[in-house]
């Protein structure tokens, strides 16, 4: 049970690049969310889903696009970085939205140049 | 919309010390809140999850406090130890809407 994982555990780019970060849950969760976390700003989030093939917005979505085409799976696409995306990127899932505790995978770190 | 802090933002302590972390929420109206251990360049790792009608949560030397109406949380870690060096971020949660998370307190226990 390998819990939530992430892919890559770091990564650099130069603006303009693109990428995708990869989250995978083994329990069967049916809420996944990404988080990014920058010092002095916490912890935020970017998008979540509530389900396989669903998507939803949170507090800071905008230069970033999810996908969900597996539930198992949670994709996270910079289509065009920028340096202001450089950050910690931490992918979430959890039973029950908020009723229950969120399980973290290990981050990924980003550094956009 | 529902803000956090937490203070103090760090904290220095000799082992064996008894300690209080604490969190405020603006918004009172929550579901549950949890406590969060994060390591150096790790992810969240619950430790508590204490829900609105509960006053308290104990696990080992843990202890979590609930004041909904004031809108307080005190995690009380007893007799700490160099291992609970850590960030403790606390996260209310508010029904229909998503987890806030507080900026975090940073824990060193010095041996």
């Known amino acids: 049970n390998a819990g939530v994982t992430q892919t890559p555990k770091f990564r650099v780019l130069k603006t303009g690049q693109s990428m995708t970060l990869l989250c995978a849950q083994d329990?069967?969760?049916?809420?996944m969310y990404w988080y990014r976390q920058d010092p002095g700003m916490g912890l935020r989030l970017i998008h979540y889903?509530?389900?396989?093939?669903?998507?939803a917005k949170g507090e800071v979505p905008d230069g970033y696009n999810v996908s969900r085409l597996k539930k198992q799976n949670f994709l996270l696409g910079l289509e065009s970085a920028a340096p202001s995306q450089t950050s910690v990127y931490f992918c979430?899932?959890?039973?029950?939205?908020?009723?229950?505790?969120?399980?973290f995978g290990p981050g990924t770190r980003l550094t956009v140049l | 919309k529902q803000e956090v802090t937490q203070i103090p933002a760090a904290l220095s302590v000799p082992e064996g010390e008894n300690l209080v972390l604490n969190c405020s929420f603006t918004?009172?109206?929550?579901?549950?809140l949890q406590w969060f251990r994060q390591d150096p360049g790790k992810g969240l790792t619950s430790l508590l999850l204490?829900?609105?009608?509960?006053r308290e949560q104990t696990s080992g030397r843990l202890n979590a406090s609930l004041d909904k109406s004031s809108g307080r949380s005190t995690l009380y870690i007893a007799a700490s130890q160099p291992g609970d060096s850590a960030t403790y971020l606390c996260?209310?949660?508010?029904?229909?809407?998503?987890?806030?998370f507080g900026p975090g307190t940073r824990l060193s226990v010095l041996p």
């Open positions: 979430a899932s959890a039973t029950l939205a908020g009723m229950d505790t969120q399980y």
């Open positions: 329990m069967n969760h049916e809420y």
């Open positions: 889903s509530v389900g396989e093939g669903t998507t």
């Open positions: 918004d009172s109206a929550i579901y549950n």
């Open positions: 204490i829900q609105s009608s509960q």
């Open positions: 996260a209310p949660y508010n029904y229909g809407q998503n987890f806030v």
